[in-house]
C-alpha cells in the first residue's frame, strides 16, 4: 500500500524452494527462462561484475565453495556500507506506513539510514527517535520543515503524508536542494505532478516515487517472464486490490486531501502494474465509479471503480479497485501459450507467484520459489546507488505524472459514461532498468 494506506499524525496534529508439478526439461527451462537470477539459487553470470560497482564493493567479503560443483552456489550477504557513510533520510510524516513498514525497512537496507524525523507531534518524534537513535535535534515540525536543509546527515527527503501535501512539500523541499523520495499517488493532480518535476529539475535533485512493486522480486521476475515471450503474446490482464476501509473520518475519505477515492489510492498499483509489466502504454480508457449513497464513508470519494484499458498492441486491462469489500489483490497476465498469477498481490508480505502453461495436452502449474524481500528498503536502496553514483532513479517524477494523466482520464470517463482516449508518452517514463538482482 502506499502512504495513504496509513493514518499520518499531520491530518489529526493540523487539521493534523522452486516447485514442480512435474519433471521435464521444458519446465525447468520455463520456469529458469521466466525467474533468471530471481528464481532458484541460479544467478546471472553478470551478476558478480554488477556486485563489484555496488556502494562498498570495496568490502566485499567472498568465501571458498564447500560444496560440490553439481550443487547451486551460495552467496555471501553484503556489500553493506558502514553506517556513517550511508545516505542519510529524513522521513516526512509518522503515520501507520512510516511506523509500520518504512522506519522498521532501514534495519534491513544494505545503503541507508534515518537520520531525521518531521511530525507535528513532538512527543511522538521523540520515542520514535529515541526507538532509532535519532538526535532530538534533527527532530522538526512542519513549519519547521526548513530545519532540514542545515540538519547534518540528511541526503534524501522521504514524504509520507497525504496525497495533496505532497506537492508542497517535494517543492519545499527541492528548494533546500535535497534529493526527495515521495510516496505514491505523486499527487492530486497531472498539474502538480509537472511543477514538482520542474522544482526538482530547476534544483538539480533527484526526485524518485515510491512505486515499491517495481522493486519487489517476484514482480520483476514476472516482467522478465512478459519479456522473455515466456507466456507468449499478453492478450490480457486482470487486476483487483480492494478492501473494506473503516473509520468515515479517515483523510483517505476526504476528497481535498486524498484526490479521489479507491482510484489513486490502490486502483493505481493496478494501472502502474499494466504498464511496468508489459511496456506498454493505454491509449484508451473506460470506466465506471460506484459511490453509495447510504454510506457515511462515501460521502466525498467513490467507493469502487471498474476500469478497462486498452492498449496500442490490441492487448487489453480489467482492473477493479474498492474501499467496501473484503481484502482481494490479485494480478494475472494472460499470455496466448501460457498465463502468470501474482495471488495475493501488491501487498507488503505474502504475494505469490505462479505459471501455467499446456504441456503434452495438459494444464502444468509452475511456482518459482523467489526469497521475500523487505520492499521499502529495496527502494530506498535504489534511491540511495541513484544518489551515490548520481544516475537518475528508475521511477521518476514522469512515472506517477503518467499514472496521474490515465487517473484523471479515467474519472473523465467515468463521468461521462464514455471511453476517453489517451496519446501514450512518446518516451519511457522510466529511468534505467534496474540491474540483476542476487538470488
Known amino acids: 500500500m502506499s502512504s495513504s494506506d496509513q493514518q499520518p499524525d499531520v491530518v489529526h496534529e493540523a487539521a493534523e524452494t ?61 556489500p553493506f556500507l558502514a553506517p556513517g557513510k550511508r545516505v542519510g533520510f529524513a522521513v516526512v510524516g509518522l503515520g501507520n506506513l512510516s511506523l509500520d513498514q518504512i522506519l522498521p525497512a532501514f534495519g534491513s ?33 512542519y513549519a519547521g520543515y526548513e530545519k532540514l536543509k542545515d ?37 492530486t493532480s497531472a498539474r502538480e505532478c509537472e511543477d514538482m518535476i520542474a522544482a526538482a529539475k530547476q534544483a538539480n535533485v533527484k526526485l524518485m516515487i515510491a512505486y515499491r512493486q517495481q522493486y519487489e522480486p517476484m514482480n520483476q521476475t514476472l516482467k522478465k517472464a512478459v519479456a522473455d515471450g515466456k507466456l507468449g503474446k499478453v492478450r490480457n490482464i486482470v487486476a483487483s486490490n480492494s478492501q473494506a476501509v ?52 462515501f460521502k466525498e470519494v467513490e467507493s469502487r471503480c471498474e476500469v478497462l484499458v486498452k492498449f496500442p498492441s490490441g492487448m487489453t486491462a480489467n482492473f477493479t479497485s474498492a474501499y467496501d469489500t473484503h481484502r482481494s489483490t490479485l494480478l494475472r497476465l494472460e499470455g496466448d501459450t501460457a498465463w502468470g498469477e501474482l495471488s495475493p498481490a501488491f501487498g507488503y508480505h505474502g504475494s505469490k507467484l505462479h505459471f501455467m502453461r499446456l504441456e503434452d495436452g495438459k494444464d502444468v502449474e ?26 537518475p532513479p528508475h521511477t521518476p517524477g514522469e512515472e506517477g505524472l503518467q499514472d ?30 534496474l540491474p540483476p538482482m542476487k538470488g
Open 366 to 391: 509452475m511456482t518459482p520459489s523467489i526469497a521475500e524481500k523487505d520492499q521499502f528498503a529495496l527502494e530506498m536502496d535504489h534511491m540511495a546507488t541513484c544518489v551515490l553514483g548520481n544516475v
Open 246 to 297: 473503516g473509520d468515515p473520518t479517515q483523510w483517505r475519505l476526504n476528497r481535498k486531501l486524498a484526490g479521489g477515492g479507491c482510484m489513486p489510492d490502490v486502483g493505481v498499483y493496478c494501472l502502474n502494474a499494466s504498464r511496468f509489466l508489459t511496456d506498454e502504454e493505454p491509449d484508451e480508457v473506460f470506466a465506471m465509479t460506484v459511490q453509495p449513497k447510504e454510506d457515511p464513508r
Open 18 to 78: 522452486m516447485t514442480d508439478t512435474g519433471h521435464t526439461a521444458t519446465r525447468r527451462g520455463f520456469l529458469l527462462g521466466a525467474t533468471g537470477a530471481l528464481a532458484g539459487a541460479a544467478l546471472f553470470a553478470a551478476e558478480a561484475a554488477a556486485q563489484q560497482s555496488k556502494p562498498g564493493s570495496e568490502n566485499t567479503v567472498t568465501l571458498p565453495p564447500i560444496d560440490a560443483a553439481t550443487e547451486p552456489p551460495l552467496t555471501t550477504p553484503g
Open 109 to 141: 537496507s544494505d545503503y541507508c539510514r534515518v537520520t531525521a524525523l518531521v511530525s507535528g507531534d513532538r512527543g511522538k518524534a521523540l520515542k520514535i527517535a529515541a526507538q532509532y537513535g535519532i538526535p532530538e535535534s534533527n527532530i522538526t515540525d
Open 151 to 187: 540538519m547534518p546527515g540528511v541526503d534524501v527527503i522521504y514524504i509520507v503524508l497525504p496525497n495533496s501535501m505532497h506537492h508542497e512539500f517535494v517543492l519545499r523541499g527541492a528548494k533546500m536542494g535535497k534529493h526527495i523520495l515521495c510516496e505514491k499517488p505523486m499527487a
Open 404 to 433: 496521474h494523466r490515465l487517473i484523471e482520464a479515467i474519472y473523465k470517463s467515468a463521468a461521462t459514461g464514455r471511453s476517453v482516449k489517451v496519446q501514450p508518452p512518446a518516451t519511457s517514463t522510466r529511468g534505467p532498468a
